[in-house]
């Protein structure tokens, strides 16, 4: 089995190679929120982590058949996030950024995600939220 922060610098490498606004400064790996961007002494930019809901971290493969599901386990997985927002605020980061993160739909899907995420509806306390879909290096930007 991989080792989780080995997996989790991974994603976080995809991840950076695909935001075209990825703010420059050294990337440290902690643990509340999983990584750090030190912008300057003072000012981080937090950024947390997590596989979506209903997924394992190793092998998190998404099989849904109804868009329903899917915004179900987005909004299950935020809400997870939201209630441990407070110990992601104690590094006082200027922004808090959330990466949901699968390995792969692997065309399991009955209907197109990307036209229904785009006319989803988040709330969240979290500055901005990201689906990653590593396999095919698809991220979507879901709330910002």
């Given amino acids: 089995?991989?080792?989780?922060?080995?997996?989790?610098?991974?994603?976080?490498q995809i991840f950076r190679n695909l935001v075209a606004?990825?703010?420059?400064g050294k990337v440290v790996q902690t643990e509340s929120p999983d990584f750090l961007v030190r912008l300057n002494?003072?000012?981080v930019i937090g950024i947390e982590l997590t596989e979506l809901h209903g997924q394992t971290f190793f092998d998190n493969q998404g099989h849904y058949n109804?868009?329903?599901?899917?915004?179900?386990?987005?909004?299950?997985?935020?809400?997870?996030?939201?209630?441990?927002?407070?110990?992601?605020?104690?590094?006082?980061?200027?922004?808090l950024w959330l990466l949901i993160h699968l390995r792969?739909?692997?065309?399991?899907?009955?209907?197109?995600?990307?036209n229904?995420?785009?006319?989803?509806?988040?709330n969240?306390?979290?500055?901005?939220?990201?689906?990653?879909?590593?396999?095919s290096r698809e991220l979507h930007e879901i709330y910002s």
Avoid: C, G
């Fill in 1 to 12: 089995m991989p080792d989780k922060k080995a997996h989790e610098n991974h994603v976080l």
């Fill in 21 to 24: 606004d990825f703010p420059k």
């Fill in 41 to 43: 002494r003072r000012k």
């Fill in 66 to 95: 109804q868009p329903d599901l899917l915004l179900q386990n987005i909004e299950h997985t935020i809400s997870a996030k939201e209630a441990k927002i407070y110990l992601y605020q104690k590094v006082k980061p200027v922004e």
């Fill in 104 to 114: 792969s739909f692997q065309n399991e899907l009955t209907f197109n995600y990307r």
């Fill in 116 to 122: 229904k995420i785009t006319n989803w509806d988040f």
């Fill in 124 to 135: 969240s306390s979290f500055d901005r939220i990201f689906l990653l879909e590593e396999t």
